[in-house]
């Protein structure tokens, strides 16, 4: 599989059952994040990446808001550690560039910070919770970044 094509970009309003499936069972299923909280009215206005199989199945997506906040990375369990994850996060930075949106940032899961300091993200201030989860804040400066070409 070539992950980068299997990489869409869309909105809440064409896909949202795909996206609501992935979300379902990585937050609320796995990580046990209330309903309430994993819905938002930030959805209708966020672009969005879906990652899908060989068979044309949703397995990864993640989430852009008008203000630049990345979130909403999941990848489901069984296609983990094969570079969904990156091909997701790439997309979403890529659009930011286009956008001439030179500050990404995100709430990052303690648990993901090794994921998003690959990416070149840096840790600023101290850790909070949200959802039940401990997360800190982090930034990465797009100014000098690879991606731009
Ligand atoms: C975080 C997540 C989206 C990463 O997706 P993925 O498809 O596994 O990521 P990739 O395969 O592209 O991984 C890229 C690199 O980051 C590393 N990595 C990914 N997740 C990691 C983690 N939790 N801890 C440490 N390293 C991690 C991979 O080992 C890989 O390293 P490599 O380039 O040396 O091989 C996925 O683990 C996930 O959905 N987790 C559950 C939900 C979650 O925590 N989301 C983050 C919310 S902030």
Redesign the pocket.
């Known amino acids: 599989m070539r992950h980068a094509d299997a990489v869409q970009i869309v909105s809440w309003e064409e896909a949202e059952a795909a996206l609501r499936a992935v979300r379902t069972v990585?937050f609320i299923r796995e990580?046990q994040v209330p309903e309430e909280l994993e819905w938002d009215e930030y959805d209708a206005v966020s672009k969005h990446v879906l990652a899908l199989n060989n068979a044309g199945q949703p397995v990864?997506t993640a989430r852009l808001l008008p203000d630049g906040h990345i979130g909403r990375?999941?990848?489901l369990k069984e296609?983990?550690?094969?570079?969904?994850?990156?091909a997701l996060l790439t997309t979403l930075l890529q659009i930011l560039i286009r956008r001439r949106q030179f500050e990404a940032q995100l709430h990052?899961?303690t648990?993901?910070i090794?994921?998003y300091k690959?990416f070149g993200f840096q840790v600023v201030g101290e850790e909070f919770m949200e959802a039940g989860i401990p997360h800190v804040k982090m930034m990465l400066s797009l100014k000098e970044s690879a991606l731009i070409i």
């Open positions: 990585v990580q990864g990375m999941a990848v296609w983990r550690g094969q570079g969904l994850g990156s990052a899961q648990s993901a090794p994921f690959k």
